[in-house]
């Protein structure tokens, strides 16, 4: 597929080789495991989460392999993450998990300095240390060449669990941080932390109710509790539509009753808050949906790259969606352009 349409992606995940083999090293989960016929997983169980395993494609890993695929499908810019979903951070205390983001955010410092062009990424933030989170978001911006970090949608679920992170905002807010919130929960002994969903049954249907619900509990705490106004120089980027575009009709809901009441402004109550179309957000009824309720200034193209082997689908959605021409340039390409700072380069001459 080739396009002569340029995109912004800002839901993509990538691993590093030395966070591989640190994986790789060690003995029990979370750790990386080397298949028979080569292929690579995370084993992943730990805190209440259920044992699974993540099969890693070349996406991942191979900074070829992706470039090859962002040429082919038009994507000139992505915004690079650490996956939350993981719940590394749950299943492991500081004295674990610590080295490993430290090695994370070099590593992705390296690999944007190296392609400042095609490449922008955020630090991986930890939950189980709030001090140490500050100061890792100080040395993203001042030394690592980052914009902002990445938490777990789950560590702002409540007013409570958000106060928790209060010394990260400060400080996001004095350096203009782009925070990112991804799917996956805090450390569970953080107070107003929920803690992870336990199925026995229809685990995969579950989890996309799960994520949902989840996801639209902590979007109205971003956007209705008056805590984030202590920090207006934040924006919010939201994955995955805020949870499969639940909150799109949780928020048409609020703004209904608030057209009786007078209570609510929901334009401007969404107005620093961002919802990407990030995996269960890629739907074209759901992205129809919350362009709809927020306007298209609201959403990012996402295509969560790495769990998702391609980015052709999300593209292909995002083209399918009953939205105007116009709001799906802005989607694509306009509202990134604005939150980066960036502008696309020229097409390339035929």
Known sequence: MSTDRQIIDLHAHWFPERVLRALEARRTAPRLLRQQDGALAIDLAGAGLPAR??????????????????????????????????????????????????????????LVRAHPDRFSG???????????????????HEELGLIGGVLPIGSV?????????????EVANELGSHIYFHTGYA???????????????LQPIRWVADTAWHFAQSVVTLAFSEFFNAYPNLNFQIAMLGGSGLIA??????????????????????RRIYLDTGAAGRGSEAIGLATRVFGASQILFGTDLGPFPSVGGTIANVEAAPIS???????FAGNAQRLLGRTLPAPAEV
């Open 325 to 331: 021409d116009a709001d799906r340039e802005l989607i």
């Open 249 to 270: 009709l949780v928020a048409e809901q609020v703004s209904i009753s608030a057209e009786r009441m007078g209570a609510w402004d929901l334009g401007e109550r969404f």
């Open 53 to 110: 395993q993540l099969g890693l494609n070349e996406q991942w890993y191979d900074l070829d392999a992706r470039i090859r695929q962002l040429d082919e499908h038009g994507i000139v810019h992505q915004l690079l993450s650490w996956p939350t979903t993981l719940g590394i951070d749950v299943a492991l205390g500081p004295e674990e998990t610590l080295p490993l983001w430290t090695l994370y955010n070099d590593d992705l410092s390296e």
């Open 187 to 201: 450390n569970p002994s953080l107070p107003g932390q929920p803690q992870p969903p336990a199925h026995s049954d």
């Open 122 to 140: 955020v630090a991986v933030l930890s939950t189980s240390d709030i001090d140490w989170s500050v100061r890792e978001l100080v040395r993203a």
């Open 157 to 169: 679920a409540s007013l409570e669990a958000a106060r928790q992170f209060a010394p990260v905002f």
